[in-house]
């Protein structure tokens, strides 16, 4: 069993009515390309972790063109939330929407062999300048949430843990926030995470910090090919 993961692939049907390339030419067909790389890389028993920003859709009805688009494809598919995925409803209503080919996270972990895969949207960090104090409830809801999954994964007798952010879980390599505090606390072997784009790229905290290997997977990041972490 591989694990790949992939975040913000902001689909919005075929032919795509929200084409990406009106935010540069290289993502021009970045759906095409990523899918010809998914079916070279994947097979059936490995699995794919999705880090939020999935689909432009606003209501669940207009996203499933694109979650069935994704069910389509070769491997287990485990899915949290991103700030621009407004068709998110409870797990219960979007398993059963998708029939049952997807997971998604919510206040929960998914076993992956030795692995817990934990995750929760995140949000803006305080450490951010562009934090206001609007955010404030729903970073420590955020943090609730992650805290959550991580405890869930352990009380199952998980000590390998991969958790997955659409947020970056720091700003500019801050690492004390407290999603930082709660990898340690938890010891979690790899974070993901998403959300970044264009010039913030470049400044993305990665590699091992803190004992905890850190991996920005959004889509134009990785050059629209899947990231394989195990």
Known sequence: MKIFAIADLHLSGTPPAKPMSIFGAHWEGHWE????????????DDVVLIAGDTSWAMKLPD???????????????????????????????????????????NNSFAPAGEWAICGSRGWTCPEDP????????????????VEASLQAARDAGFT????????????????????????????AEICIYGHLHSDSIKNAATGVINGAAYH???????????????
């Not at 390309?33 to 059936?44: G, M, S």
């Not at 994704?70 to 209503?93: C, F, M």
């Not at 562009?130 to 949430?145: G, H, Q, S, T």
């Open 33 to 44: 390309k990523l899918k010809a790389n998914w079916r070279e890389q994947v097979t059936d």
């Open 63 to 105: 996203a499933l063109v694109d979650l069935h688009a994704i069910a389509e494809l070769p491997g287990r598919k485990i899915i949290i939330r991103g700030n621009h995925d407004y068709w998110w409803q409870t797990v219960s209503k979007l398993t059963k929407a998708t029939h049952g080919k997807l997971e998604f996270l």
């Open 216 to 230: 920005l997977v959004s889509c134009d990041a990785l050059e629209f090919q899947l990231k394989q972490l195990i």
């Open 130 to 145: 562009l934090f206001k104090a609007k955010d404030r409830p729903i970073f420590e809801r955020e943090l609730l949430r």
């Open 160 to 187: 390998r843990i991969i958790l997955m952010l659409h947020f970056p879980p720091f700003y500019d390599h801050q690492s004390h926030t407290g999603f930082a505090q709660l990898i340690t606390k938890y010891k």
